[in-house]
């Protein structure tokens, strides 16, 4: 089953349609030294991690100075999962690791997946992303899926596809690149950094119902 995170919620009410439109994942934006309507304070991350019901994976997403930033994050907010944009070198995310009780997530930019092979066995997931100059996501720009699909291929860690998906092409993105998840951002909001919750609805049922039958049977 592809999986559908819900990133860069900043109000209660958008936690709540994304958690109803059946999103497996949400995402909180905090600690990004990038302008971004989506940052929300460490306090306010807290918060609505507290507030995200079980079964729904809670992900922290920043972009840390280093691997004790990124630790204290965690142990701050304590979410499910710590998502990195960040160019942090192998040996760093094995110390992150191995000291943070959450999953670890690493984006890469689409051009960079050939060589995300570095991150096997440190990672639980790579979140292929568009990103801008700073190696932030969050661009509401796609990139080549057939070239991503091929990438992918060779890893064997899940990868999940974000950069530019909404309602309209997600179900094209999942049938291209089958991948673990898929990620929105700013494709499924009325307005910076506000969700549009009829946009949410739509995003999930279309990313979950349009998969390959292969990876709609549960073992």
């Known amino acids: 089953m592809t999986r559908v995170k819900i990133c860069g919620l900043t109000r209660e009410a958008d936690l709540a349609a994304a958690v109803d439109a059946g999103a497996d994942a949400v995402g909180f934006v905090c600690d990004v030294p990038v302008e971004t309507p989506r940052e929300i304070s460490v306090a306010r991350a807290t918060e609505l991690v507290a507030a995200t019901p079980p079964f729904v994976t809670s992900v922290l ?20 999962a710590i998502q990195v944009h960040a160019a942090l070198p192998p040996g760093d995310l094995a110390y992150l690791r191995s000291r943070v009780d959450a999953n670890l997530l690493v984006a890469v930019g689409a051009g ?3 060589a995300a092979a570095r991150y096997e066995d440190l990672v639980d997931a790579l979140v292929v992303d ?23 291929a060779s890893l064997s860690t899940p990868v999940v596809l974000a950069g530019g998906l ?17 990620d929105v951002a700013s494709g499924v909001e009325a307005d910076g950094g506000e969700k549009d919750a009829d946009a949410v609805g739509a995003f999930v049922r279309r990313a979950k119902a349009d998969r390959p039958l292969a990876d709609a049977v549960e073992p």
């Open 61 to 80: 997403v920043t972009m840390p100075s280093g691997p004790e930033r990124a630790i204290e994050l965690v142990e701050a907010v304590e979410p499910d």
């Open 112 to 114: 960079d997946v050939p």
């Open 130 to 152: 568009t990103v801008d100059a700073d190696g932030a996501g969050g661009t509401g720009e796609t990139h080549d899926w057939d070239r991503t699909r091929e990438a992918a």
């Open 166 to 182: 909404t309602p309209e092409n997600v179900s094209a993105a999942v049938s291209s690149v089958t991948p673990f998840g898929v």
